[in-house]
């Protein structure tokens, strides 16, 4: 090699310029690096469960086999994941420091009684949106890297949900409520889940959208700021969480030559499991009652005059965006309300 040629290509490197055979990757204007600007691989839409590197690592042997379970671009993958990867990173939150405590202070004995077992409920379901990405992080090639690290982001958040539900709950020296058998079995059967693309449809679109809802009624309805600050930050958190489950569905059914033959799958599975279902996405009577009194301001008899009608109209919403969630991950207007009237049977009525 020509001895200038060494040293234009030496300079190349050490400034960042593209050579013919090594892209360099591309800086944002502020001097940040994302994943888009990387010269990456093309996401397969198929590997081997083997080998334990990146999509594109050259190999001159095939790597080990290796216990994946999700080997499959469409189980996986959404189109807004680099989007809500960077937007996880932004927004993550203090439960410590970014909370104003003081102002969770002298709430009214009935009111504090009541968001405790709205708590208490929604912290079991918490540990589950922790516990089940969590599970399935492991089982993802590493093909698909940028799901793993989504997935990564969402433990994060929902760890800090646990932290910032618990610091509610004893402030004021209330503590866990009495916790319904019926729930923890439910939970169990959303964590024994084996396949990841059910467990999301359950977790993700479903559970979590749910929660989508209760958090924007809870920074309604809610008897303090310390509360309310709570509901804002983790609506945030689990807006992305919802956004990755849609993105991920809507990848899966633009996959199949039959969509509505895999939501008919789902269906019937939701269908042999109406109790656990309705756990996951809906709202059992004791938290409708609680949240009744928190939306009325009271458990007097003006108070539930004003609680229950919020808190029927607030049914009538989460089945509407429930449906609406599920339109747009791709099903069919015939399927997407066949899952909704599930729910609408499994919920009954409000007391």
């Known amino acids: 090699m020509d001895p200038q040629d060494r040293k234009t290509e030496s300079e190349a490197a050490a400034t960042g310029s593209a050579t013919a055979d090594r892209p360099v990757a591309q800086l944002e204007p502020d001097g940040s690096l994302l994943l888009t600007g990387l010269p990456l691989a093309p996401v397969p839409e198929r590997v081997d469960p083997a080998g334990i590197v990146f999509r594109g690592a050259p190999r001159t042997q095939p790597g080990p086999p290796m216990p994946y379970s999700i080997t499959q671009r469409k189980m996986v993958w959404a189109d807004n ?9 932004r927004r993550q939150w203090n439960a410590s420091t970014d909370i104003p ?11 504090e009684d009541a968001l405790a077992g709205v708590l208490t409920w929604m912290l079991q379901q918490e540990y589950a949106a922790w516990y089940l990405p969590a599970k399935f992080v492991g089982q993802i090639h590493p093909a698909y890297t940028e799901a793993g690290i989504f997935l990564s982001t969402q433990v994060v958040d929902e760890a800090r949900h646990v932290e ?14 009495e916790v319904s058998p019926g729930t923890e079995s439910s939970i169990k059967g959303l964590l024994m889940q084996e396949d990841f693309a059910r467990a999301s449809f359950l977790l993700h679109v479903l559970g979590e959208g749910t929660f989508t809802d209760l958090f924007h009624l809870l920074i309604e309805i809610s008897p303090d700021d310390a509360t309310r600050q709570i509901m804002v930050r983790s609506l945030e958190d689990e807006a992305r969480h919802v956004a990755y489950g849609v993105g991920r569905l809507q990848t899966q059914l633009s996959g199949e030559k039959d969509p509505d033959l895999l939501g008919q799958q789902f269906v019937e599975a939701l269908e042999g499991r109406l ?15 609680a949240l009744a009194i928190l939306a ?7 108070a539930q005059g004003r609680g229950v009608p919020r808190i029927r109209q607030f049914i009538a919403e989460l089945n509407e965006n429930r449906k609406r969630r599920l339109l747009q991950a791709g099903f069919s207007e015939q399927v997407a309300e066949h899952i909704s009237q599930l729910h609408i049977r499994s919920s009954g009525g409000l007391m």
Request: charged letters at 20%; proline letters at 7%; zero cysteines.
């Open 81 to 89: 994941l680099h989007e809500l990867i960077e937007r996880a990173k």
């Open 101 to 111: 405590w003081a102002a969770g202070r002298n709430v009214a004995p009935d009111l």
């Open 164 to 177: 910032a539900f618990l610091k509610r709950l004893y402030l004021n020296g209330v503590g866990l409520r």
């Open 275 to 289: 109790s656990f279902t309705y756990e996951v996405s809906g709202l059992p009577p004791q938290v409708q009652e």
């Open 296 to 302: 009325g301001g009271g458990r007097s008899p003006a």
